[in-house]
């Protein structure tokens, strides 16, 4: 689970890393390189966000939530900050979807 609340096991990008799929990486080079950027293997390799930072994807490492929950030393998912849910969980997590129910329910659990 990423620190957003959000399964990487269903990120096309890490199931392609973890499954060492070639086939989806291909399409998935195919499907997101564009004109002025074309995407090379190592551009489609993941584990995930709490990976080293080699093994996060470039999007995901740059990722505000992430960056910041790195810095919050957080170990599972936002849900354990104090601070949850922040400004940016409101702006960037719909609030009835599944990464934000992940969030919650790991808040309900800490403040037990």
């Known amino acids: 689970m990423a620190f957003c609340g ?3 096991g269903g990120c096309p990008m890490y199931r392609a890393t973890v499954d060492d799929d070639a086939e989806l990486r291909a399409k998935l080079i195919e499907k997101y390189s564009t004109p002025e950027r074309q995407l090379s293997e190592d551009d489609i390799k993941c584990f995930g ?3 080293a930072e080699r093994y996060v994807h470039p ?7 992430r960056c910041c929950a790195v810095s919050h030393g ?12 922040c400004g ?14 992940n969030m ?5 659990k800490n403040n037990k």
């Open 6 to 8: 959000f399964d990487c």
């Open 49 to 51: 966000c709490k990976a």
């Open 59 to 65: 999007y995901c490492n740059e990722c505000v939530i």
């Open 74 to 85: 957080i170990g599972f998912n936002c849900g354990e900050c104090a601070e949850y849910p």
């Open 88 to 101: 940016e969980i409101v702006r960037r997590i719909p609030e009835n979807g599944q990464s934000r129910a």
């Open 104 to 108: 919650d329910e790991v808040k309900r």
